[in-house]
């Protein structure tokens, strides 16, 4: 890969994935110290090549990746093909600058920060929902989430601080 790395997962099998600047993802061959670049175009072209901000794992060993105004990738390990998720206010993702992809290991589903508020996907179904909220939150740029006890979520943000909200209260 090149030097401009933006971002580290490592995967339920050990794999260490490096998100790049450009747009690119590679595994980590930790026998030998090298890299083999993750065909995520395959299935779908990318319109451009754009950051990789952050990458997770879903319960099936599908990777998840987001871009820096590309919308998610969900890259499926087993058929080695890719599907874009992007923008569409009707299936919940509000934003295709993804600053985070948390998984909630209460539930399954993965919290997505956004530069304009929070999503929550479903891998089972592949829907997206807006966490909508009585604050500004819906309109924020989300960095960060933690999911420390099953009935409290933790929000962090760009420039407006920490959120703490309980489920179902």
Do not use: M
């Amino acid at each position: 890969p090149d030097n401009y790395i933006s971002c580290l997962f490592e995967d339920s099998k050990g794999n260490l994935l490096v998100g790049l600047f450009s747009g690119e993802v590679c595994i980590l061959n930790k026998n030998n110290s090298t890299f083999k670049k993750l065909n995520i175009n395959q299935g779908e072209e990318l319109e451009t090549a754009n950051p990789v901000t952050c990458i997770n794992e879903d319960g099936k060993g599908n990777y998840l990746v987001g871009f820096d105004g590309g919308g998610i990738l969900k890259y499926d390990t087993s058929k080695h093909r890719g599907k874009i998720f992007k923008t569409n206010v009707s299936k919940g993702l509000s934003s295709n600058l993804i600053r985070c992809i948390i998984k909630d290991i209460y539930t399954g589903k993965f919290w997505i920060g956004t530069s304009f508020g929070l999503c929550e996907y479903n891998p089972a179904k592949e829907t997206f929902e807006r966490f909508i909220t009585t604050s500004k939150l819906d309109s924020q740029s989300i960095t960060t989430v933690l999911t420390p006890e099953p009935d409290k979520i933790f929000i962090g943000t760009y420039g407006q601080g920490l959120y703490q909200f309980v489920r179902g209260g």
